[in-house]
């Protein structure tokens, strides 16, 4: 049986845990050639072979930083040493600010967070297109940006959280007008996820995870989303992802975002979860 992704190589950054992962994971079982994991830790990366049913071969990790234009550039040249190609990006590396609000926190609090976040979140991402973007051309392959429901609603995120999210939204436009004919650009937009999402090192959230916020109400049902069981594990948010990345099936999409985050749109997040107001 073919695959969606039959013989294609993808390239994910920040794929060691959480929905980068589970991106790797469902790219190989739809039949990727190969997957490149590129992230500060490749710690969760040893099982993924065994866990997609495939030979070791097929994934390749590498260990670096979205802000190091040096790391990204040697990431990729291991990356087209390997596999020969790169056909699908997915610039996904990314930090939480767990809701900081502008009036709960200091002046030199939200500097240290907009400095660290937008350096991870937006800077990093443009840096990873920026690296791989000629390998997309010669391939005909596509970018997929991994956004967040902060990029449509309020109290997904503190304020530095929520801009990064537009921002990155912002570029799947414009990237997509730039690289248009030979690249599409799209982006899913999830939310509510247990992962191990972190929080900034700056303000000692280094250690924090998603997770671990969610593991304080076990057994219970997530009250922010309608759809609170299929969008609490990363697997289930995979989808959207590989449509995207489909040539078969995406041929004629670019500049889209898919809205994968469970609902929150339907039920409104702030209002659900109590909101960070005055």
């Not at 992704?5 to 845990?17: E, H, K, N, P, Q």
């Not at 400095?115 to 391939?139: H, M, Q």
């Not at 449509?243 to 409104?268: F, K, P, Y």
Request: aromatic residues 6%.
């Amino acid at each position: 049986m073919i695959g969606w992704l039959d013989g294609d190589v993808a390239f994910i950054t920040g794929g060691g845990s959480g929905i980068g992962r589970a991106v790797a994971l469902r790219f190989l079982q739809e039949g990727a050639h190969g997957v490149v994991i590129f992230d500060r830790s490749i710690e969760g990366v040893a099982t993924l072979a065994d866990e997609a049913g495939v030979v070791p071969d097929r994934v390749l990790a590498l260990t670096g930083d979205v802000r190091s234009t040096v790391d990204l550039e040697a990431a990729v040249a291991a990356a087209l040493d390997r596999f020969g190609a790169i056909d699908v990006l997915v610039p996904n590396a990314g930090i939480w600010d767990f809701n900081r609000s502008i009036h709960r926190t200091t002046s030199a609090e939200m500097a240290a967070i907009c400095d660290e976040l937008f350096d991870i979140n937006v800077k990093g991402c443009v840096l990873t297109v920026s690296a791989a973007w000629r390998a997309l051309v010669d391939s005909g392959g596509c970018i997929v940006m991994t956004l967040s429901n902060a990029a449509f609603y309020p109290a997904g995120g503190g304020p530095a959280y929520t801009a990064s999210k537009h921002a990155i939204r912002g570029l799947v436009t414009q990237l997509a007008y730039e690289l248009a004919p030979k690249v599409r650009v799209n982006g899913v937009a999830i939310g509510g996820l247990r992962t191990d999402l972190r929080g900034p090192e700056s303000i000692g959230m280094g250690e924090r995870s998603i997770e671990q916020s969610f593991a304080k109400r076990t057994g219970e049902p997530n009250m922010w989303l309608p759809l609170h069981d299929a969008s609490s594990d990363p697997a289930d948010s995979t989808g959207p992802f590989v449509l995207l990345a489909s040539r078969r099936n995406a041929s004629v999409i670019t500049g889209a975002i898919i809205n994968a985050d469970g609902g929150i749109g339907v039920r409104g997040f702030a209002t659900a979860a109590g909101g960070d107001q005055l």
